[in-house]
């Protein structure tokens, strides 16, 4: 009964490890996806794009903001107008966001792949949450 | 800094010339009050006074009354106690004979005192002519009819006396056929010539003699006569001469009245026993006699003397205690009846010469106010109803000041109305004002004053024109503003083009929306609503954004909130050069300064919404 007990409990242990280490291994996994999916990116540049006439360009830029306010919302519900307040500036930028299947909200903290259209709107295409 | 402005507009000043039309039109109602005013007070004064009736119709009798010499009027008043002295000899209730003395009349004495009388200028010869009347009432002229017979038969004489002279004188030229000459030399037939002119010259005397008994002087013509003579005396006011005569008419008949003879009632029937001598009587035809009337002249008429001589005694001590209690005005009114009335009374001759002046003086200031009514000298009227309130209490004296009063500020009334009507620009009413003004109180200072500083800003009107004209054209629209007050009038006189007077109203439109602008940037300051006030100054139009005393606003404001202004501006400027983006990025970093800015809120709604569309 005491070795029935001694090996239920050692499997339970091996169980929990294995458990842990693919949980482990998968938070690694993920993370590493969100921090570098954009990292080969440029920074967007907040200052030049506010203070400069300048046309910044067609590239894609990888910006990391907090989500200040939703504004607008599109009539389908799958496009929003945000104002994003990047983490190393001052400055608020608006951010056109075509929703993907993970949703934003208020004061949310965004890893973001921006580009600029004609009209130097600022849309993000792809973003990880943070 | 935050006081409310007060804006004249365009309206108000129409406005203020409708209310001046009426004004105008009150002050012409009002001058018709004025005149009926005016007259209605000179009325009145002449009811006080003759004297203030102008001195060319004053009654000359009265003129000379008041203003007779002291010595004329003491020799008058020994003439009138002489003839009162006569009266009294002759009527036993003579009005001036006192109660004690003895009723007996002496008619001889009376005759010599009324010889005496004509030694006096007062006199005039009455008392003479009264004398002669007497006499010839008293017999001394023949019957009349007795003397033309003998007229006739002078004449008959006569008559036959020039047709032997004329046979006298036609016969000396026949040549007597014996001698071969004419009976006659020259100078007798020339002698007999100036005997027929002799007779010729008689014959005229007679002639005219007879002419003169043409009507036969009876008796009771003679009376007649005598009566008319009395009731003249008494038409001319000389009661106590005409009463003299009466008591010498009852002294000379019997009985006094008129009695008629039967001549004169031929158809009347002589009463039975009527033998008397004032009671006639005529026979009829055939029929029962008929008493003649008696016809009672004199004494009616001896009433009527005394009654008017009593009047005249109390009238008199009317006037002396009317002058003892200083009642002027009362004493010169009741004066005036008798000099209309009983002028040739003892009691109104006799008036002192003191009395007399008083009541000239009296007199001669309610005619230099009834002067100074009609020249509208209200000072004088005020210090001439003072003078005399000072002496005496007369009514209607409360009028006059009022009425002195009154019209000197009406005239300045009308002054400021046309003062107004000239900065309305309404030229006509403010001449027609103008003018009522002047008539009201052609004297008056302040009225004169005031009169003369509107014509002399109406000729400065032109000049204010012409720099109207350099302010808007220069588009001073501070200036426009404040010196609206000037400026409105003439820019809504018909004179001025339209043009101006557009041009001119949008310059005061903007200093107005400017000032709104400053009033409400102050408040939004003053709560420390910094944002709020540095929109407010930039949304302003761009003719007034300039103006300094925005720009100084600005310059303090833009040290309260540099960031804020800084994002605004390259907001608006992105906005304006159709760059939503970048502008919608900047009004949400100007709202991060201003939170709760209500136009930023609307901007970043407006850019946002237009963004999410395309």
Redesign the interface.
């Known amino acids: 009964m005491a070795r029935t007990k001694k090996f239920l409990l050692g499997k339970n242990y091996i169980l929990l490890s294995v458990i842990g280490l693919i949980s482990f291994i998968g938070f690694f996994i993920f993370n590493l996806d969100s921090s570098q999916r954009f990292s080969q990116l440029p920074e967007f540049p907040v200052e030049n ?2 203070e400069k006439n300048s046309i910044i360009g067609r590239e894609d830029f990888r910006l990391e903001g907090k989500i200040e306010n939703i ?4 009539g389908d519900g799958k ?1 929003f ?1 945000v ?1 994003v307040k990047p983490v190393n500036s001052d ?4 951010v ?1 966001i075509s929703l993907q299947k993970k949703s934003i909200q208020r004061e949310q903290i965004l890893i973001m792949k921006l580009h ?1 259209d004609s ?4 849309k993000c295409e792809d973003y990880d949450s943070k | 800094m935050n006081q409310p402005v007060v804006i004249s507009t365009f309206e108000n000043v129409e406005i203020e010339r409708l209310r001046i039309a009426e004004e105008s039109a009150k002050a012409e109602r009002d001058e018709i009050d004025f005149q009926k005013q005016v007259a209605s007070i000179q009325k009145k004064l002449a009811e006080a006074s003759a004297s203030t009736i102008v001195p060319e119709s004053l009654p000359t009798d009265y003129r000379s009354f008041l203003s007779a010499k002291a010595g004329d009027i003491q020799k008058s008043a020994e003439y009138y106690a002489e003839l009162k002295s006569v009266l009294n000899d002759l009527l036993p209730n003579s009005p001036y004979k006192a109660r004690t003395t003895s009723d007996s009349s002496n008619p001889l004495r009376a005759s010599e005192k009324l010889a005496k009388l004509s030694n006096y200028p007062e006199d005039g010869d009455i008392s003479r002519t009264i004398s002669g009347q007497i006499s010839s009432l008293s017999g001394g002229r023949v019957d009349d009819q007795r003397r033309q017979l003998e007229i006739n038969r002078e004449l008959q004489r006569l008559t036959a006396e020039r047709k032997r002279l004329e046979w006298n004188l036609k016969m000396s030229y026949d040549v007597s056929p014996l001698t071969g000459k004419t009976s006659s030399t020259e100078d007798e037939r020339q002698f007999v010539r100036q005997q027929i002119e002799d007779v010729k010259a008689e014959v005229k005397r007679c002639e005219d003699e007879k002419k003169s008994l043409s009507h036969l002087v009876t008796t009771e013509t003679r009376k007649f006569q005598f009566q008319q003579f009395i009731i003249e005396l008494a038409l001319q006011q000389r009661y106590i001469h005409s009463l003299i005569a009466c008591g010498f008419y009852r002294s000379s008949f019997k009985g006094g009245d008129l009695n008629l003879n039967k001549d004169a009632y031929p158809s009347g029937r002589p009463a039975q026993g009527s033998g008397s001598e004032n009671t006639p009587s005529v026979q009829s035809a055939g029929g029962a006699p008929t008493p003649l009337p008696f016809i009672s002249t004199i004494t009616g008429m001896e009433a009527f003397l005394q009654n008017r001589i009593r009047d005249s005694i109390q009238e008199r001590e009317s006037i002396d205690n009317m002058l003892l209690e200083n009642q002027l005005g009362a004493a010169e009114s009741l004066l005036r009846k008798m000099v209309l009335t009983a002028k040739y009374q003892p009691e109104l001759q006799t008036i002192s010469f003191q009395s007399r002046q008083t009541i000239l003086q009296s007199g001669r200031k309610l005619r230099q106010i009834s002067d100074a009514v009609n020249a509208k000298d209200y000072n004088e009227i005020l210090k001439l109803v003072d003078s005399i309130e000072a002496n005496e209490p007369l009514a209607g004296m409360a009028d006059l000041k009022s009425f002195a009063k009154e019209h000197p500020r009406k005239a300045l009334h009308w002054a400021r109305q046309a003062e107004l009507a000239m900065k309305a620009g309404d030229k006509k009413t403010m001449s027609s004002l103008m003018d009522i003004a002047i008539r009201r109180a052609p004297l008056d200072q302040e009225v004169a004053q005031k009169i003369q500083s509107i014509q002399e800003n109406a000729q400065s009107n032109n000049d204010l024109l012409m720099e109207l004209k350099k302010i808007v054209s220069a588009g001073d629209y501070r200036t426009s503003f404040e010196r609206m007050n000037e400026f409105v009038p003439l820019a809504q006189s018909a004179n001025t083009d339209s043009k101006l007077k557009d041009d001119y109203e949008k310059l005061i439109e903007r200093e107005k929306s400017l000032r709104v602008a400053i009033e409400k940037t102050d408040s939004l300051e003053s709560k420390g609503l910094m944002p709020e006030a540095w929109i407010e100054l930039n949304t302003l139009p761009q003719a007034i954004v300039d103006d300094v005393r925005i720009l100084e606003r600005k310059n303090r404001i833009s040290v309260e909130c540099p960031k804020f202004i800084k994002a605004y501006h ?1 907001a608006t400027n992105h906005e304006r050069e159709n ?4 502008a ?3 009004y ?2 100007a709202l ?1 300064e201003s939170p709760s800015n209500n136009a930023i809120i609307k901007k ?1 709604n407006l850019l ?2 237009g ?2 569309k ?1």
């Not at chain 1, 400055?91 to 608006?94: A, V």
């Not at chain 1, 009209?119 to 600022?122: A, D, M, P, Q, W």
């Not at chain 2, 760059?579 to 970048?582: C, G, N, P």
Request: proline share 3%.
């Open positions: 794009y506010l504004l607008f919302r599109s496009t107008l104002s400055y608020l930028l608006p056109v600029t009209s130097e709107l600022i | 390259k760059q939503s983006a970048k919608l990025a900047w949400l970093n991060v970043i946002g919404e963004i999410l395309n």
